[in-house]
């Protein structure tokens, strides 16, 4: 195992993200998690993903824009970091909304270079209302203004440090956009899949915020197929989700460990989303 980079860390805020979280996650990873291919099909912000910095990787999402930023940090972060500054030094609400309406007119947004979309999404992400990605069910990004008195929209070290790990030619980091079951097809014995997909909300079962076409209770039993299969396979896998009946319904297998943990959230667009939150970690593997 190379020696990790403590540089490298989320470069996004993103609800449902797991730095507090790292201690309890990490007491329940394989024992030899590095000898492993990690995947990571739901990655958001990528806080496990960056705490491990595994050498054989997979991390997909189904956002196209967010999996957008990953791609710039690893081709061109020199170009995304000097967009970012011109964001940063025309800072301003009225700025943010001209920012933020380019995505309302197809043709504008279609002229943005994917480097562009992605320094136009970390911008929007570090400098909106509380750090939320929240898009309405046309896929339109429609937070806020946040108002911060000096928003940190990048640390060049940290996008240089996740470039350089991204481009290590000892690594094999696979960077996909697609459906979570696409993601992990071609997983093997010797793999570890963590899921970490929206959570199931009982007050909103067709929740749409992260993504245009949502991610229903449909969904959650989609994904608990493909957690089944995988089980089935013998590959081992962790989930995250919200501590409600519906998900302990579906993961009520005697093949499955179900943990509690109680987790600080700062982001939800629902403000009886914040604060002090149960959740579970659901473990395939005794």
């Not at 912000?45 to 940090?73: C, K, M, R, S």
């Amino acid at each position: 195992m190379a020696r990790k980079n403590p540089l490298i860390k989320p470069y996004l805020k993103w609800a449902g993200g797991k730095r507090q979280l790292l201690p309890e996650i990490q007491k329940y990873l394989p024992a030899q998690i590095y000898d492993y291919t990690y995947y990571e099909p739901f990655v958001g912000a990528g806080a496990v993903f960056f705490e491990l910095q595994p050498q054989h990787v997979v991390i997909n999402d189904y956002n196209e824009q967010l999996i957008g930023t990953y791609v710039a940090i690893r081709d061109n972060v020199d170009v995304l970091i000097e967009l970012l500054k011109k964001h940063k030094e025309n800072l301003s609400e009225e700025y943010f909304y001209e920012i933020r309406s380019l995505d309302r007119t197809p043709d504008d947004f279609g002229r943005l270079s994917p480097i562009e979309r992605a320094a136009r999404l970390i911008f929007l992400n570090k400098t909106c209302y509380n750090g939320l990605y929240r898009v309405n069910s046309q896929g339109l990004f429609n937070v806020p203004y946040g108002k911060y008195k000096n928003p940190v929209i990048y640390e060049e070290a940290v996008l240089r440090a996740i470039s350089t790990y991204l481009n290590d030619n000892g690594n094999e980091i696979t960077i996909m956009r697609g459906d979570f079951a696409d993601a992990v097809r071609n997983a093997e014995k010797q793999s570890f899949v963590y899921f970490d997909p929206p959570y199931h909300s009982p007050n909103n079962a067709n929740f749409t915020g992260y993504q245009a076409d949502g991610f229903d209770e449909g969904e959650q039993t989609r994904l608990r197929n493909v957690f089944q299969d995988l089980t089935d396979r013998g590959i081992q896998c962790l989930l995250s989700n919200a501590d409600t009946e519906f998900i302990r319904d579906l993961y009520n297998d005697a093949r499955y460990e179900i943990v509690s943990v109680l987790a600080k959230r700062t982001i939800n667009s629902d403000a009886a989303g914040r604060g002090n939150v149960n959740e579970i970690l659901v473990k395939n593997w005794r």
